[in-house]
């Protein structure tokens, strides 16, 4: 009895999650066979997190083996093949080993229900494999599921992806009509493909029309119209946009712009948002100072590259080897350039004794 008060449910699942984070997935399911020595009859439930847990640290070929291998004792259904079938799509991303594992799940007699087949379109939307992913999306339909919001903003990123924004917007209107309200993940999937596609008038519509109808615009939103803004202008309109809809920079947006800003040698913009950062909350990290001072050096501000150098490190921030290797050549080049400069002078200064003596 002392040893079952020792344990709870919460705190071994805890561990076989660490397990799993760890890679160790023998350990992960040792621990999980252990549960009954501490009163815990493993169930479904048990099980499916044990499936999920495995999943997202991408142990996903050990997970389909443990759901195959344990049919005798958890018996099959959608959930857990649907956690596996998750995993290849979303956290491994193989188009590949998610088409295997649908054709698994169709041999084994497995029902797909929404949960399966936006698991696919979305791993198709993702490979930007337009073609599979209506084929994907029309055999759903035919088959009587409905699709969610979630299907919607895959296959609307599908089409936007491939350029067709007029059909992207049309499925836009037709969920509506259904009765399924975009969000500002349906927007970002929207606005994101226009603007690697450099088709900013549109990503910009966009965006206009999510703000109108009181959607909240993300950070992900901000960044790619960041990525396509030409001009320091633009960029701090931008941020004054998303000050004035409540939505706060993050670390990677400064350092994106710092990018951006050194690539267009606007050292002033540079200094102005590094200076920002603190009154956002943020001190800046390991990243932002590698950046900043790389941005610094190749801009020829190579003393103010060498201050913040040696800022970095007093914060305790290892420089990378590139960093490190890039001020030490120039602290050993200004100092040979000191030392040539005090060889020249010297010799400069014997040649002129010797001229005023034979004169």
Known sequence: MRRRSLASPRAVLLLIRRYCAARDVASAIAAFRSLPSFGIEPGVTQFHGLLSALCRYK????????????????????????????????????????KR???????????RDVVSYGSMISCFSKAGSL???????NRMKEAGIVPD?????????????????????????????KGVAPDTATYNSLIRPLCKARQVQEAREMFDEMVGRGLLASV????????????????????????????EPEMDTYIMLIRKFCRWKQHDSVEKLWNAMPANGLTPDRSAY???????????KLEEAAKYFEEMKAKGFSPEEKTESMIQAWRSGR?????????????????????????
């Open 59 to 98: 142990n996903v070929k050990d997970a389909e083996h443990l759901l195959l291998s344990s049919g005798k004792e958890f018996p099959f259904e959608t959930k857990g093949f649907n956690i596996v079938l998750s995993g290849w799509c979303n956290m491994v991303c193989s188009t590949r080993e998610a």
């Open 101 to 111: 594992f649908w054709a698994v799940m169709e041999l084994r007699g497995i029902a």
């Open 131 to 137: 073609d599979s992913v209506m084929k994907l999306f």
């Open 149 to 177: 919001r979630k299907v919607y903003n895959a296959v609307v990123h599908a089409l936007a992806k491939g350029r067709c924004v007029d059909e992207a917007r049309a499925l836009v209107r037709s969920m509506e009509e």
């Open 220 to 247: 992900r939103t901000f960044h790619a119209l960041f990525d396509v803004a030409t001009s320091p202008t633009e960029v701090f309109d931008l941020l004054d946009k998303m000050k004035a809809l409540h939505c």
């Open 290 to 300: 590698i950046v900043f001072i790389h941005g610094l050096f190749l801009n020829g």
């Open 335 to 359: 100092e040979l350039a000191k030392a040539s400069a005090s060889v020249g002078s010297k010799h400069g200064s014997v040649s002129l004794k010797v001229t005023r003596r034979e004169w």
